[in-house]
């Protein structure tokens, strides 16, 4: 049985589908920051088979709700607070994005202009598509930079 202590201050993402979180940590950033992570893969689940989970311990206000919603709304965030759960963070998908993924319609103006953020707007919610603000390129799950 893995042991994996409990965290102080900060945020576990639970409900992560399995072999998703190493993306996550980097989309979020964790990578950069002076944190302690603990990466957990294929987990035993009830509800989803397998999944993955991030316990962060650093402040919440590091994480990027935008991008989280962005990847998976499912997750699940726990905010952890003297090594208790005192709230759970309900994720949605964000209206708008900025800079998490690029678009990849070569006749795009930011594939010339390279100083142009790269902004996705969600175009249609119940089928959770996003499309580039300036061509309208539909975003490609394969686009998230890494």
Do not use: W
Not at 58 to 69: S, Y
Not at 76 to 92: C, D, M, Q, R, S
């Amino acid at each position: 049985m893995l042991n994996v202590g409990k965290i102080e201050e900060g945020f576990v993402l639970d409900h992560i589908k399995a072999g998703k979180s190493m993306d996550i940590y980097y989309q979020l950033g964790l990578d950069k920051l002076d944190c302690t992570v603990a990466i957990i893969k294929n987990a035993k689940s009830e509800k989803m088979g397998r999944k993955d989970i991030l316990k962060v311990e650093c402040d919440i206000e590091m994480l990027n709700l935008d991008v989280l919603g962005f990847i998976d709304h499912n997750i699940t965030v726990n905010v952890i607070k003297a090594g208790e759960i005192v709230e759970k963070k309900i994720l949605v998908l964000p209206k708008e994005i900025r800079n998490v993924t690029r678009c990849h319609n070569p006749r795009c103006i930011t594939s010339i202009e390279q100083g142009l953020p790269q902004i996705f707007y969600l175009a249609d919610e119940k089928r959770e598509i996003y499309r580039c603000r300036y061509c309208e390129e539909k975003y490609s799950p394969t686009s998230l930079r890494k």
